[in-house]
């Protein structure tokens, strides 16, 4: 079983930071798990925004230059650090894990990860 909390959500106004955190906890600590931050708003799909598997990164393309992935192993916690906001990132955000992935793994589809987060909700005022 696979446990994730996320954490950092907040109102903030345009050009700020934000920390998002993910903290993994699994009971039998057998795998190793990839990690991906997806975000949603109202009516939408749940969106790709980035993803660690080992030590490769992968952040969609509107994300990129802005937000930043990073893991503390021994917290067995993942951050996102969310730079420069815009309203547009403004979204429910759910970080998901699935154990670590080859090349054929289709990152960008929330059906592909196992396990998710209750979400944190960043609001990006103008």
């Known amino acids: 079983q696979v446990q994730l909390v996320e954490s950092g959500g907040a109102l903030v106004q345009a050009g700020d930071s934000l920390r998002l955190s993910c903290a993994v906890s699994?009971?039998?600590?057998?795998?190793?798990?990839?990690v991906g931050w997806f975000r949603q708003t109202p009516g939408k799909e749940r969106e790709f925004v980035a993803a660690?598997?080992?030590?490769?990164?992968y952040y969609v393309d509107s994300v990129k230059g802005r937000f930043i992935l990073s893991k503390d192993n021994a917290k067995n916690t993942v951050y996102l650090q969310m730079n420069s906001l815009e309203p547009g990132d403004t979204a429910l955000y759910y970080c998901?894990?699935?154990?670590?992935?080859?090349?054929?793994?289709?990152?960008?589809?929330?059906?592909?990860?196992?396990?998710w987060g209750q979400g944190t909700q960043v609001t990006v005022s103008s």
């Open positions: 699994e009971q039998s600590s057998k795998y190793d798990y990839a």
């Open positions: 998901a894990a699935t154990p670590l992935f080859t090349g054929s793994f289709d990152y960008l589809r929330a059906t592909s990860w196992d396990y």
């Open positions: 660690l598997n080992w030590n490769d990164r």
